[in-house]
């Protein structure tokens, strides 16, 4: 079956325009979460979602930073007013059950910040 | 934050040779994964050893955790050209239904695998 998919793959924008990551999970699963990549700081867990509700925020850098999940589904990550350390692979995992098995990583948005 | 440290940082050896990356973390935990990123994108996971256990197979894998020295290596035997990749532990806290479940991933190690 369909694996994990973000959109778009790669993402460059100006510093201080606002930019929406999405996620499509795999089909069934609940839980949902959001991880950043960069050179500097590695694999950070930011969010993760369980059903449409967000039980953990506190990887979120800063409240620029912002994701919901709609029909327990498609999540957007939003970053406002992006800043240059706001560089990096933005990479979205699902898994059937919160707190049971492996995560299933999507390919994730490299966004870069100009 | 990062809690797992990987060493070492790149390993390169020939191919059919045997590769041990190891990794530690620094609170409790439910259980340890490993996962392989390929060119810097989407991670595959490639085992799973829970707290209670000491050693896991799977297929040229096989895991160790050491839970008194909060250690655990991976040990990929026979490699072939295409286990090229990073590889990265990361721990899970227990979970309690609706509180933390988040990975929190290792620096990784960039394995080379020499033709």
């Known amino acids: 079956g369909a694996g994990v998919s973000q959109s778009p793959s790669n993402k460059v924008t100006e510093k201080g325009k606002d930019v929406e990551l999405r996620c499509d999970p795999i089909s069934g699963h609940t839980a949902l979460y959001w991880y950043r990549q960069s050179l500097g700081q590695g694999l950070e867990f930011l969010i993760y979602f369980q059903g449409n509700s967000a039980p953990d925020k506190s990887g979120l850098p800063s409240d620029r930073f912002s994701a919901e999940r709609t029909g327990g589904s498609v999540s957007t990550l939003t970053i406002q007013r992006t800043q240059q350390e706001d560089s990096a692979v933005y990479l979205c995992?699902?898994?059937?059950?919160?707190?049971?098995?492996?995560?299933?990583f999507g390919p994730g948005t490299r966004l870069t910040v100009t | 934050s990062q809690q797992g440290e990987e060493d070492p940082q790149a390993l390169s050896i020939q191919e059919g040779e045997n590769a041990t990356m190891n990794c530690s973390y620094k609170t409790s935990i439910n259980n340890l994964q490993w996962y392989r990123q390929n060119s810097g994108r989407g991670l595959v996971h490639l085992i799973l050893i829970r707290s209670n256990e000491r050693e896991k197979h799977s297929g040229r894998l096989r895991v160790t955790l050491d839970t008194s020295k909060k250690s655990s290596s991976l040990l990929i035997t026979a490699s072939r050209a295409a286990d090229t990749a990073s590889y990265f532990c990361?721990?899970?806290?227990?979970?309690?239904?609706?509180?933390?479940?988040?990975?929190?991933f290792g620096k990784g190690t960039h394995l080379i695998i020499q033709p």
């Open positions: 995992a699902s898994r059937q059950v919160a707190g049971r098995g492996e995560q299933y």
């Open positions: 990361a721990t899970a806290k227990g979970y309690s239904g609706g509180g933390a479940d988040g990975l929190t």
